[in-house]
C-alpha cells in the first residue's frame, strides 16, 4: 500500500497574524495546493502542490521539536488548503495532540464533506467566507453553510474584503453567520495593499459593512492582517 504522505510547502513558528487568536505565538504548518484561486491570495507558492512530501509522523515530529524550541503550544493547519489532506491530518492529529498542542485548522470553508471527517481533531476552525468578486465570480454559499454546520461550536469566520467587494454579497456572508448563531466570532479583514493582486475597500465601504454586521452579529471585529505591519511571516 501506497504510504501516506501530503506536500508540505513549509513549517515555522510565527505569531498569529489574523482572526479570534492574532498575536498568538504559534507552530505553522502550510499544505501545497488549493482548490481556489482568490484575488488577494497571498501564498500563490502554496497553491502549487509541488512541494516536499511528508508522512504525518514526520510532520508531526517536526512541529513539535519546534514548538518545543520556541515554546509555543498551538499549532496551525494552514496552505492553500488543508482539507485537501484530510487523511494527513487525522493521521498526525493524535501526536500533536499528546503533545499538549491545540490545533487550529485555517480554511477556505468549503470542503464540508472532508471537515466532518476532519472536526473532531481541530480545536479551533478559522474558516473563511469567500465573496463571489474575489473568487472569479463563483459562489459557495451552499458550501459554506453546510461547512458551518459541520462545527459550529468551534468555528470563527473571516472575511476577506476588497475594493470590488459588493454590499449585497457582504451581506449574504453575515446572513450565514447569523444562521448559525449570533455571537459566531466574525472578522472582516480589509484586503492588504500590495499582497495579492486585490486593493482595500474604500473607509465608507468598511462602514457600511460594519455597521450592518454589528446590527446582526454580536461578536464583530475590523481586523486587518497584522503580521506584514509587525514584519513577520
Ligand atoms: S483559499 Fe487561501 S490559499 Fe487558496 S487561493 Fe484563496 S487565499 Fe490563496
Same mark, same amino acid.
Given at each position: 500500500?501506497?504510504?501516506?504522505?501530503?506536500?508540505?510547502?513549509?513549517?515555522?513558528?510565527?505569531?498569529?497574524?489574523?482572526?479570534?487568536?492574532?498575536?498568538?505565538?504559534?507552530?505553522?504548518?502550510?499544505?501545497?495546493?488549493?482548490?481556489?484561486?482568490?484575488?488577494?491570495?497571498?501564498?500563490?507558492?502554496?497553491?502549487?502542490?509541488?512541494?516536499?512530501?511528508?508522512?504525518?509522523?514526520?510532520?508531526?515530529?517536526?512541529?513539535?521539536?519546534?514548538?518545543?524550541?520556541?515554546?509555543?503550544?498551538?499549532?496551525?493547519?494552514?496552505?492553500?488548503?488543508?482539507?485537501?489532506?484530510?487523511?494527513?491530518?487525522?493521521?498526525?492529529?493524535?501526536?500533536?495532540? %499528546?503533545?499538549?498542542?491545540?490545533?487550529?485548522?485555517?480554511?477556505?470553508?468549503?470542503?464540508?464533506?472532508?471537515?466532518?471527517?476532519?472536526?473532531?481533531?481541530?480545536?479551533?476552525?478559522?474558516?473563511?467566507?469567500?465573496?463571489?468578486?474575489?473568487?472569479?465570480?463563483?459562489?459557495?454559499?451552499?458550501?459554506?453553510? %453546510?461547512?458551518?454546520?459541520?462545527?459550529?461550536?468551534?468555528?470563527?469566520?473571516?472575511?476577506?474584503?476588497?475594493?470590488?467587494?459588493?454590499?449585497?454579497?457582504?451581506?449574504?456572508?453575515?446572513?450565514?453567520?447569523?444562521?448559525?448563531?449570533?455571537?459566531?466570532?466574525?472578522?472582516?479583514?480589509?484586503?492588504?495593499?500590495?499582497?495579492? %493582486?486585490?486593493?482595500?475597500?474604500?473607509?465608507?465601504?468598511?462602514?457600511?459593512?460594519?455597521?450592518?454586521?454589528? +446590527?446582526?452579529?454580536?461578536?464583530?471585529?475590523?481586523?486587518?492582517?497584522?503580521?506584514? +505591519?509587525?514584519?513577520?511571516?
Amino acid at each position: 500500500m501506497k504510504e501516506l504522505t501530503a506536500p508540505i510547502a513549509e513549517i515555522f513558528c510565527s505569531l498569529q497574524g489574523e482572526g479570534l487568536y492574532c498575536g498568538q505565538k504559534q507552530v505553522f504548518l502550510r499544505f501545497a495546493g488549493c482548490n481556489l484561486a482568490c484575488v488577494y491570495c497571498d501564498e500563490p507558492a502554496a497553491r502549487d502542490a509541488a512541494a516536499s512530501p511528508m508522512t504525518p509522523a514526520e510532520a508531526a515530529r517536526a512541529i513539535i521539536k519546534l514548538a518545543r524550541a520556541k515554546k509555543a503550544r498551538a499549532v496551525s493547519l494552514t496552505g492553500g488548503e488543508p482539507l485537501l489532506h484530510w487523511r494527513f491530518i487525522k493521521a498526525a492529529a493524535p501526536a500533536l495532540k %499528546k503533545a499538549g498542542l491545540a490545533l487550529h485548522l485555517e480554511t477556505n470553508g468549503v470542503l464540508y464533506r472532508e471537515l466532518s471527517k476532519t472536526a473532531s481533531a481541530a480545536d479551533v476552525i478559522a474558516m473563511d467566507i469567500k465573496l463571489p468578486s474575489s473568487t472569479g465570480g463563483r459562489a459557495f454559499w451552499a458550501e459554506h453553510g %453546510k461547512f458551518l454546520a459541520a462545527a459550529p461550536g468551534k468555528t470563527f469566520i473571516k472575511t476577506v474584503v476588497t475594493s470590488r467587494t459588493k454590499l449585497s454579497e457582504f451581506k449574504k456572508a453575515v446572513d450565514l453567520a447569523v444562521a448559525v448563531r449570533r455571537g459566531i466570532p466574525f472578522f472582516i479583514q480589509p484586503a492588504t495593499a500590495g499582497r495579492g %493582486k486585490a486593493r482595500p475597500p474604500s473607509a465608507g465601504f468598511m462602514e457600511g459593512a460594519r455597521r450592518y454586521a454589528a +446590527l446582526k452579529l454580536s461578536a464583530v471585529k475590523v481586523l486587518p492582517q497584522q503580521h506584514p +505591519l509587525w514584519g513577520v511571516k
